[in-house]
Structure formats: C-alpha cells, structure tokens
C-alpha cells in the first residue's frame, strides 16, 4: 500500500481508541444514571452475581467512535483514493451497524424487562438473517462480490453458484451469533476481537485492501479504548449492542480480503464458543446429561477454578497462535 494509506490506518485506529475512551468516560455515569444495568441469570457462576447492575450498552462507545472516524478518516480517503472500493466499504460497515441497531433494541427489552432475556432466539435470527441477505445483495450490485468461494490453504476458488449465497448467508449469522456468545466475561469480546483485527490488518495490508485496513484499524482502535474500562473488573459491559456489531465487523472484513472461511479459522474462539452452546444443548436434550460444567465454554473453564483474567488470557493467546497459522492461508 502506499504512505497515505499506512496514515489512514494509524489515524483511524489512534482516532478510535481516543473517541472511545473518551465517549465512555462520559457515557459509563450516563447509563447509571438512567439505570442501564446488566441483569445476571441466576444459573450463571455464582460469582457473577456481583457484577449485577454494572453498566450494559457501553458497545454505543466504540460504535458511535468508528461512525465519527468513517465520516471523517473514511470520506478523506474516498475523496482522495480510488473511489471503486467506497462502495462494498460501507455496504460492509453498514451490515454491522445494522448488526448493531438489534442489540439495542435487544438490549433495550432486557433492562426493561429487569432480565436477561430480549428477544426470542427465533425473532433475533430472523432480523440477522435478512440483514446477511441484504448485505450480500448489496455486495452484488455495488461492491463486486462474485459467487466463487475461495478455499484457505489450497489457494482455489470454486464457482458455487446460487449455493454460495446459502453458505455465506449461513456463515454471516454464524459469526455474528458466535461473536455475541464470546461476550461473557470481563474483557473476553474485545480481547479476542482486537487479535482478529490485527490478523485483518495484516492480510488487507498484503492484499492492499484499503477498506478493510481501515475497517481493522478502527476494530483494534475500539476494542482497545473499550478494555480500558472492560478488562477485569470490567466498570462496564458492552452487551448485544457491541458484540454483535464486533461480529459483524469480523466477519464483514472475511469478504472484503475474499476471503470468506478464514474468519472460521481466525474466529476459532468464536466457533468453539457456538459450538460449546449447541453441543450442551444438543446431548442435554438427548441424554439430560452435560458435556460442559456450564456453556459457552468459557464459563466452564471458570468453574473449573480459572480467573477471568486467565480466561481471557488464554483465549487471545489462542486466538493469536491461529492467526499465525491463519496467515498462510491468505492468497498469494
């Protein structure tokens, strides 16, 4: 890439990381004072009971700081760039922000309802589902997207027809949902998330996407700033409205370096937390046995004696570890 666009990046991440510990400095008194408090589930770790009313939404800090960065940073760019990529780069940034305005509203039911319950699962996956469609409806007429699925490692794209908007529609809500899963315990989300961004960093950089070097720096630069108040003992939670929005970023950022099925690979965090949720659930209802101490996994870990830090700790070393791995599988 050229100098200006390695200046966009530092200015987009250093930009983000200040608005949104900036933003969170005002907005943490703001949502105590309206009450905004998390409800903890009663069958969660006991521990967690403590953490009751801790701030929830604080998501709308780093959500509110790349907005303010994409009509500044990300329309310098566009003016001064090629304009072909400002297309799929806010059809991409849309998707999440979208991905966003459900875990508001989902957010929203849970602190009126005074519980940890928003929306049905089914009306939650509905919403994300016609968002996944309309992104890649989008991605078709504006943003170049092609329905050849290209594969990590064996450096092949296969030509999948109609079939491709099945699994990409598939893998957007997977990711997302996954994403929203790993939101659990103080600093998780971010931490993980923040590796992810540094992997999309690096492979934009190599593939010289501008729109997803920008959308990565302000990732890092938002998950960051938001550890600075969420790492433990977090002063405030981002709930549905942060996580899902994270999710959708990552997985948008898969189809801007086109490269779909890496996110499952990079995300692997991600994908273990989804699956710890469906294996639970699944031999439950068969067997009314547990496979894990309590699900998503990171919350068997705990029960199994681990800290939170350590949690976190291991989970964005892991993270990390894959994305070294992860790296070969980028084109070449």
Request: proline content about 3%; some cysteine.
């Amino acid at each position: 890439m050229e100098q200006r666009h390695v200046i966009y990046f530092v200015i987009a991440m250093v930009a983000t990381f200040a608005l949104t510990v900036l933003i969170l400095k005002w907005l943490i008194p703001k949502l105590r004072s309206l009450k905004m408090g998390q409800t903890i589930l009663d069958i969660g770790p006991r521990w967690h009971k403590s953490k009751e009313g801790t701030p929830t939404m604080g998501g709308l800090s780093f959500l509110v700081a790349m907005s303010v960065v994409i009509l500044t940073v990300g329309v310098a760019a566009v003016i001064t760039d090629n304009h072909a990529w400002a297309a799929k780069f806010f059809i991409t940034y849309g998707m999440a922000l979208c991905y966003a305005l459900i875990g508001i509203w989902d957010d929203s039911l849970k602190i009126t309802k005074k519980e940890n319950e928003g929306f049905t699962a089914g009306q939650k996956y509905l919403l994300q589902l016609f968002i996944a469609i309309a992104y890649l409806v989008a991605m078709k007429i504006w943003g170049g997207l092609t329905t050849e699925l290209y594969f990590p490692y064996f450096d092949k794209a296969v030509e999948l027809g109609p079939v491709y908007y099945v699994i990409a529609t598939l893998l957007i809500t997977g990711v997302v949902n996954a994403a929203n899963l790993t939101d659990g315990i103080d600093g998780l989300a971010a931490s993980v998330t923040t590796v992810i961004g540094g992997f999309f960093a690096v492979a934009a950089f190599l593939s010289e996407q501008l729109p997803a070097a920008l959308i990565s720096a302000m990732v890092i630069g938002g998950c960051v700033g938001f550890l600075v108040y969420n790492f433990y003992p977090a002063r405030v939670f981002m709930g549905d409205t942060g996580s899902l929005f994270l999710g959708g970023l990552a997985v948008g950022l898969a189809f801007l370096i086109n490269n779909p099925l890496i996110v499952l690979l990079v995300g692997l965090i991600y994908v273990i937390e989804a699956a710890s949720v469906i294996i639970q659930v699944g031999v439950y209802k068969l067997t009314k046995k547990r496979v894990f101490k309590m699900a998503p996994i990171h919350h068997h870990f705990e029960k199994c004696g681990w800290s939170e830090i350590k949690v976190v700790a291991v989970f964005s070393l892991v993270t990390l570890i894959i994305s070294v791995i992860a790296y070969f599988g980028l084109a070449k």
